[in-house]
């Protein structure tokens, strides 16, 4: 929908987890870069951006797509018996 797309990542990014974004951008055909400025202090981990404007209503990616960011459903944590528990049946 979107032509020219271009995706910037922070440095705080985990290194797999930049790794992970450039690959699927590079599948996807948008140029990916990771944006280091010494002055900047952004509260973002990534910004996809085109070269030309859109006037959206919403624009965070957590009002676009709250089912992607939704928690997911997990099994609950089973207790771990200690040593000494499982020695003596506690």
Do not use: C, M, R
Not at 5 to 29: E, R, V, W
Not at 36 to 55: Q, R
Not at 61 to 73: G, N, V
């Amino acid at each position: 929908v979107y032509p020219n797309l271009s995706l910037k990542l922070s440095p705080k990014l985990a290194d797999q987890t930049q790794f992970t974004y450039i690959k699927t951008a590079q599948a996807l055909n948008i140029s990916a870069t990771i944006v280091d400025e010494a002055k900047a202090h952004s509260p973002y981990g990534l910004i996809v951006h085109s070269n030309h404007a859109e006037n959206l209503d919403k624009v965070l990616f957590s009002e676009l797509y709250p089912d992607i960011l939704a928690p997911s459903k997990t099994e609950p944590i089973l207790e771990k018996k200690g040593f000494f528990a499982k020695l003596f049946g506690k």
